[in-house]
């Protein structure tokens, strides 16, 4: 439902490769089937231990998780292709219903000697280095239940592939949408809450004339025909090796915000009950979004630059409402990536990245209710973040592995930052042993309405531990 919200007035893991000493290492756990398999399938289970009070006292402290993962490629006559990758989530203490998280599922023809390929379903494709990268959801819907975390889905719909390896066109076209994917959450007598601790929760009270009064929140919640039944198209021409040398692309598209559009219909009053009815309405909503970008890649090194034009349609909704924000922006990003093989490390690289995010004029009306809505699955949680990234990965036999990552994630306006590692030892083909950190630090006078990632969740440092087995 694209999460919950705020309005300013009321004042506010992934699954990785079996190890292979012939790849290159990737600073992603992308999942793949083994060559000599049809499918696999992954069993985790984990365990999160926060280190600080939630600001809610209904979300834990300690939660269990279990997933499942399964993925199956079928190639026949070395034509026609089925991909499905589907995870199920469970965690304890959640909510009863889990997550279910598809991000490919399709068929089609995929002869590799073609100039043509063409595809049915839910597919992720390379629209945007940059949005890849940061998993803003511009482009490609993200599952965002930890937003520490989150996962590229497909677009779902055709896709036509045209072209050779110097040059290439690829068109996507549907009738379907599917929007972001965000934390469970509950209504219950007029509050919004969940257990997960990614849920950004609404202000409860407000105080109208010097005098208090209860919000009570109703949901206008759509049918999934309102929301599905929406047709968008995108584009891209590509030209370079996709693996070696120089490379551009330019890719246009006008289709859905993968983010749900809220309206808050809401007057400030005291009723005879003491409290103030406020009324939810989330909508589709329609922007054109055009990227460029360039860049060159070898073995050793790679570096793009990326410039993206995003511009939303008007939403159609009453004046008088609060909205999320509207707005047109340019977002521009960079990123530089090379190994370390010339100090003698081998199976390592580092990364460095940038990306800033220029606002213009807000196309949703204020109110005497507020500006804008801050919701649980804001479409960007940042404007201006700097991040650098290392992985390394040990061989110590056949059979054993260890894979050891860090990131320090750095948002200049906030004046915040996210420290995350990870280590994974790998034993043989079947079992994974992993333990994380995740550390989000704040200036502690910053105010939290309406702020960063890692001002607003600053509560959520956490330790995490989990056994993955792999068959």
């Known amino acids: 439902m694209g999460g919950l919200f705020y309005f300013s007035a009321f004042g506010q893991s992934s699954s990785l490769s079996l190890p292979n000493s012939k790849e290159k290492i990737k600073i992603e756990d992308l999942t793949k089937v083994p060559a000599d398999k049809n499918f696999h399938i992954e069993l985790k289970m984990r365990e999160h231990e926060y280190l600080a009070e939630p600001p809610n006292s209904d979300q834990p402290n300690q939660i269990y998780s279990f997933s499942g993962r399964m993925n199956y490629y079928q190639r026949t006559y070395s034509q026609w292709v089925f991909v499905s990758d589907i995870k199920v989530i469970s965690a304890e203490r959640e909510s009863e219903k889990p997550y279910l998280n598809i991000p490919d599922f399709y068929t089609g023809y995929d002869n590799q000697t073609s100039l043509i390929q063409f595809y049915l379903g839910r597919k992720r494709e390379e629209w945007s280095a940059f949005d890849d990268l940061w998993k803003l959801g511009v482009w490609q819907p993200i599952a965002r239940w930890d937003y520490i975390h989150p996962e590229t889905l497909g677009l779902t719909g055709a896709f036509l592939n045209v072209g050779n390896e110097w040059m290439r066109v690829k068109l996507f076209g549907t009738p379907f949408f599917l929007p972001d994917q965000g934390p469970n959450f509950e209504l219950k007598d007029g509050r919004f809450s969940s257990n997960n601790r990614w849920f950004w929760t609404p202000q409860n009270q407000t105080t109208i004339l010097s005098q208090p009064s209860h919000l009570y929140?109703?949901?206008?919640?759509?049918?999934?025909?309102?929301?599905?039944?929406?047709?968008?198209?995108?584009?891209?021409?590509?030209?370079?090796?996709?693996?070696?040398?120089?490379?551009?692309?330019?890719?246009?598209?006008?289709?859905?915000?993968?983010?749900?559009?809220?309206?808050?219909?809401?007057?400030?009053?005291i009723s005879k009950d003491?409290?103030?009815?406020?009324?939810v309405h989330p909508i589709v909503v329609?922007?054109?979004?055009?990227?460029?970008?360039?860049?060159?890649?070898?073995?050793d090194l790679s570096f793009w630059g990326s410039v993206t034009n995003d511009r939303p349609e008007e939403s159609g909704?009453?004046?008088?409402?609060?909205?999320?924000?509207?707005?047109?922006i340019n977002i521009f990003s960079g990123m530089l990536q090379h190994s370390l093989r010339w100090i003698g490390l081998r199976n390592s690289h580092i990364r460095y990245s940038y990306m800033q995010i220029d606002k213009r004029k807000n196309l949703a009306p204020s109110t005497l209710l507020g500006d804008t809505v801050d919701s649980s699955l804001d479409r960007f949680m940042f404007d201006k973040v700097f991040s650098t990234e290392y992985m390394q990965q040990f061989f110590i036999s056949n059979h054993y592995s260890l894979r050891y990552g860090i990131k320090y994630l750095y948002s200049i306006p906030d004046e915040a930052g996210l420290f995350s590692t990870k280590i994974e030892y790998l034993v043989g083909e079947n079992f994974i042993f992993d333990l994380g950190l995740d550390v989000l630090g704040a200036n502690e006078s910053a105010d939290k309405a309406g702020s960063g990632l890692m001002t607003r969740y600053r509560s959520n440092d956490r330790v995490a531990v989990g056994m993955t087995y792999v068959f």
């Not at 003491?274 to 009324?279: L, S």
């Not at 329609?286 to 073995?299: F, S």
């Open 274 to 279: 003491n409290r103030t009815q406020v009324t």
């Open 286 to 299: 329609y922007h054109n979004v055009a990227t460029v970008e360039a860049g060159y890649k070898t073995e």
């Open 217 to 269: 929140y109703d949901l206008d919640r759509p049918s999934e025909q309102d929301v599905i039944m929406h047709d968008g198209f995108a584009g891209a021409l590509e030209v370079g090796h996709p693996h070696s040398g120089g490379w551009g692309r330019f890719s246009y598209s006008r289709k859905p915000r993968n983010q749900l559009h809220l309206g808050i219909e809401g007057k400030l009053q």
């Open 317 to 328: 909704q009453p004046e008088d409402w609060v909205q999320s924000e509207l707005r047109e």
